[in-house]
């Protein structure tokens, strides 16, 4: 039986690197019913936004999609359209896979890790107040008048909630996550040690869920120390578990460790419903121009069909990704070392490769 997904095409590169995404998908013999939805800049004309409800009930209805980059038009009132789908769909846990396949220009080898992201509480919830502006001023004025430090009058605002409930299923869908996928470890980051009230209850509710997984090894370190480890070390860990500024940031550094965003697949996932991408923008200046890596898009789609129990096909579609890399001939500009090699392919050429090497049994 076909599986009913979601495909958002997305805008600038975004309908090159879905539509060579869809192929490589369909190559690996599993059968699939498109539900196609548009979003993102091309289409606030026509719909007045940029994430149209049709597209979130395609989601809900389908509880799986695709997607390729979407734009956030400036002046439509929307912080990001990647954001509000989020919040929309409560996507409250965002997964960054970071492996190094063999031929991927890098500083380092055989790394592979995963990074847990909360999607929805912290410094990105939003809650921020305009300096000058009354309400700003309100908030001051209160919270100077509970403490001896005191704030600033001219001084902007944002603040940083983190709860139990939040943080709770953020750890538990990371231990679920590495012991579905017989990971050994996973790690909980944060600055607890300047920030001891909301960082502080990130670790204290972690190591909570942790003594429900007695199989899975859990340690804590503070975001700083972690960014050095990574460099020195990265082979020492394994699940990281972190908020969602520190998610943001360690997600990229370690996407650098294996090649950068080009490679490096992305999803977030609510209790219902999971959302698969590829966690780079949407490049317009290079829209229409059959030139940007779509591996990373592609490696979302192996997340997905991992999400979606055809798991034979998942590794079918890696193995055949990690081939094209490894022979390094049938890759764009971007993985080659130098960017302006003649025998760079486009985007639609990469997905022929891979539909090449999964058929001669990569």
Known sequence: MAHRVTFIPGDGVGPELSEATRRVLEGTGVEFDWDVQEAGADVIEKFGTPLPEPVLESIRANGVAIKGPLTTPIGTGFRSVNVALRKELDLFACLRPCKWYQGVRSRYENI??????????DLYAGIEFEQGTPEAKQVIDFLNSMQDRRIRDDSGLSIKPISIWGTRRIAKFAFDYARTYGRKKVTAVTKANIMKHTD??????SREVAKEYPDIEYDEYLVDNMSMQLVQKPENFDVLLLPNLYG???SDLAAGLVGGLGVAPGANFGDNV?????THGSAPKYKGQNKVNPMAMMFSGVLMLRHLDEGEAADRLERGLAAVIMGGHDVTYDMKPN???PTAVGTSQVADAVIAAMNAGA
């Open 112 to 121: 592979d890790l995963v990074i847990v992201r909360e999607n929805h509480e």
């Open 200 to 205: 502080g209850l990130f670790y204290a509710v």
């Open 248 to 250: 943001d940031i360690i």
């Open 274 to 278: 999971a959302v698969f991408e590829a």
């Open 339 to 341: 960017r302006d090699d």
